[in-house]
């Protein structure tokens, strides 16, 4: 597609943090470069306020809102306006050139889904989907005009740092995820026993949804990340690391087989990357996260504690069984983070719901969009029930 020409855009998860920041990035690029993007489509589960002021704003055609109730009010607001009001988030993808999925969690499976089989840019923040359904997902990338371009800041610097190989398949020695530590880094297992939801909320340097923040302070965002970074890749796991870097100025790196390592440096904008995959392959007119060399000081890295922060080395576990074994870890994890936001779970339990669920993992290898779903449904099954009986 022409750089000249507008890009339609679709957001599912338009009222959570990547929404609005897709907003962000797309009206600054509007006023550098006037009618570079259009909104074509919205989503959202249930933020009504939040969804009409954007409708309002963006005059999309069609808007789609998953919760019934919620539904009911934004249509009753839009009355005889233009824009169609649906259910299915998915509906959104016909009219776009790029869908972000921004949608938390499982539910975001459907948008990654209709989206690579309708052959468009799949703009990636919704990690558990293509974790959860991997085996499904995959052989929808090679559909026509499909292409995945990640959202989350350290697969797209990893993306940013491929592009520069000629046979990233022969000349990738290791992939280095980098991970800022989350709010406890440097604790021990017994000074994080009483773990408040508030603490597990405050993240060093990213803002970031409720549940993505609680995976970063317990590094299961990082595990899960390791798991996405092999299906976008085709990395074996033996060759992706983790290492800690608490400044997230350095947002992931590559080692060559010559020895040579790239990485990508930022300040922590979440704009960046979401522009990024707006603009593929070409890049913004904007600046985001640009450094202030005269300013950064220092660039610190160490190795994760593996022993306090368990659940890293249970995503590695998970991937290499491979089959529906992360869609089962995603799963209970969920579970487990609402339990922990809701208060009926401590923090440092988190990691045990996961290995309670896991060792009743079937085996199981999905091969279509309803063998995930209930994967993932057996998973939560019994993730809930091990939390009511803790």
Known sequence: MSERMTQRVAIAGCTGSIGTQTLDVVRAENERRPGSYEIVGLGASASVETL?????????????????????KVA????????????????????????????????????????????????LANKESLIAAGPVV?????TPGAELVPVDSEHCALHMCLRASFDAGREVARLLLTASGGPFRGRSAAELSEVTVESALAHPTWAMGPKITVDSSTLMNKGLEVIEAHELFGTPYDQIDVVVHPQSIVHSMVEFTDGTT??????????????????????????????DWTTLSRLDFEPPDRATFRCLDLA????????????????????AVDGFLAGRVPWNAIPDVCVAVMQMHDGEIPKSVDEVIEADRSARRYATEILTTT
């Open 316 to 335: 590695y576990e998970a991937g290499r069984v491979g089959g529906s074994a992360p869609a089962w870890l995603s799963a209970a994890n969920e579970i």
């Open 262 to 291: 790239m990485a990508q440096l930022s300040m922590p904008d979440m704009k960046l990357p979401i522009g990024y995959a707006l603009g593929y392959p070409h890049r913004l007119a904007t600046p985001f996260g640009a450094i």
């Open 76 to 123: 009753a607001a839009l009355g005889s306006s233009p824009t169609e009001v649906v259910a299915d988030l998915a509906d959104l993808v016909a009219g776009s050139d790029v869908v972000v999925n921004g949608v938390v969690g499982f539910a975001g499976l459907a948008v990654t889904v209709e989206t690579l089989r309708s052959g468009k840019r799949l703009a």
């Open 138 to 142: 995959q052989p929808l990338r090679a």
């Open 52 to 72: 009409l002021a954007q409708v309002d704003e963006f005059r999309p055609p069609i808007v789609a809102v998953a919760d019934e109730t919620a539904r009911s």
